[in-house]
């Protein structure tokens, strides 16, 4: 079956960069997505990508995609104290009911 | 703008006793999941459903039942709580098949004793 996997945690400095590192296994996946929840909140969904694209930018997220390698990646530009939360690697299965599977999230700690 | 609604935000239950998570969506969304989320383990799909009256099972099916009278609701009802059942539960809906994005309710964190 879908399995994504993903490090449990990660902690960066204020303004610098952050990287989150997700693997799936899925290679007929239609979607990939990137949700970040802060807590006591639902997920909320911050980027996506088709699976035919390499790279997705969006203001201060960069999405990286390596369909050989099942490899994804988001990228956060200027590091914020705002940014600290959990973020979860989804992929979307391509038939049937398109079932989403996440990974156990990333909790991101940005150090001021 | 209220999206997808959970009720309630938190609960707690004695082994044994039953109760229901509601949920509901103002987006006039065909498809509505229940997941839960533990430490460790991410979201885990529960239950499912396509549209009015079409529901299926989900990854940790055992010990939960839904059913879909109206699009709008989505309700989850646990039959006989038990401890292993303590997570914090999350209702999503999309609109379809194609859409990208799935809306997340705030979640219910139940522990059952």
């Known amino acids: 079956g879908e399995d994504v996997e993903q490090s449990l945690f990660l902690s960066v400095r204020e303004g610098d960069s952050s990287v989150i590192n997700c693997t799936y296994t899925?290679?007929?996946?239609?979607?990939l997505y990137w949700y970040k929840q802060e807590p006591g909140a639902g997920l909320q969904l911050l980027t996506y990508?088709?699976?035919?694209?390499d790279m997705k930018q969006d203001q201060r997220l960069t999405v990286l995609l390596n369909k050989k390698d099942k490899h994804l990646s988001l990228r956060i530009a200027d590091t914020q104290t705002g940014d600290s939360a959990i973020y979860f690697c989804?992929?979307?299965?391509?038939?049937?009911?398109?079932?989403?599977?996440f990974g156990i999230g990333t909790k991101l700690q940005v150090i001021p | 703008n209220a999206g997808v609604t959970q009720t309630p935000k938190f609960q707690v239950l004695k082994t044994g006793q039953s109760m229901t998570l509601q949920c509901a969506q103002d987006?006039?969304?065909?498809?509505m999941s229940w997941y839960r989320q533990d430490p460790g383990m991410g979201l885990r799909l529960i239950h499912y459903?396509?549209?009015?009256?079409?529901?299926d099972q989900g990854e940790v099916p055992n010990g939960y039942n839904v059913s879909r009278s109206t699009t709008e609701d989505f309700p989850l009802r646990l039959l006989s709580a038990a401890p292993s059942q303590t997570s914090v539960y999350f209702c999503?809906?999309?609109?379809?098949?194609?859409?990208?994005?799935?809306?997340f309710g705030q979640g219910t964190r139940l522990t059952v004793v």
């Open positions: 999503a809906s999309t609109v379809g098949r194609m859409n990208t994005e799935a809306f």
């Open positions: 899925d290679s007929s996946s239609t979607y």
């Open positions: 990508i088709f699976s035919n694209m």
């Open positions: 989804a992929e979307r299965e391509s038939g049937g009911y398109q079932k989403v599977t």
């Open positions: 987006m006039n969304h065909e498809y």
């Open positions: 459903s396509v549209g009015a009256g079409i529901t």
